[in-house]
Nanobody, 115 residues
Framework: QVHLVESGGGLVQAGGSLRLSCAAS????????MGWYRQAPGKQREMVAT???????NYLDSVKGRFTISRDNARSTASLQMNSLKPEDTAIYYC?????????WGQGTQVTVSS
């Protein structure tokens, strides 16, 4: 059983920055791919960024160059640094991992970017 807890969301003006953190417990954190997803009102959940246990990253095209995903295997945490935020980045952001073929999600954290 894996438990994920996000923190760091909030309200920010366009052009500002936020850092999201995800604390994981259970499972073998160091080998699991960690990901950040988001869901805006009326839209499907989409992948924002992922990072493998070895540090290989993948990003949604619209956030490349603005967002950076990282992980600290010793602390079982994953982070998403979000810079140059835009109103279209407004969404609930979820931390995700997959362990033993099961998907685990955090409770989500709201990010609101005002224009």
């Amino acid at each position: 059983q894996v438990h994920l807890v996000e923190s760091g969301g909030g309200l920010v003006q366009a052009g500002g920055s936020l850092r999201l953190s995800c604390a994981a417990s259970g499972g073998i954190f160091s080998i699991n791919t960690m990901g950040w997803y988001r869901q805006a009102p009326g839209k499907q959940r989409e992948m924002v960024a992922t990072i493998t246990g070895g540090g290989i990253t993948n990003y949604l095209d619209s956030v490349k160059g603005r967002f950076t995903i990282s992980r600290d295997n010793a602390r079982s945490t994953a982070s998403l640094q979000m810079n140059s935020l835009k109103p279209e980045d407004t969404a609930i952001y979820y931390c995700h991992t997959r362990s033993w073929s099961l998907d685990y999600w955090g409770q989500g954290t709201q990010v609101t970017v005002s224009s």
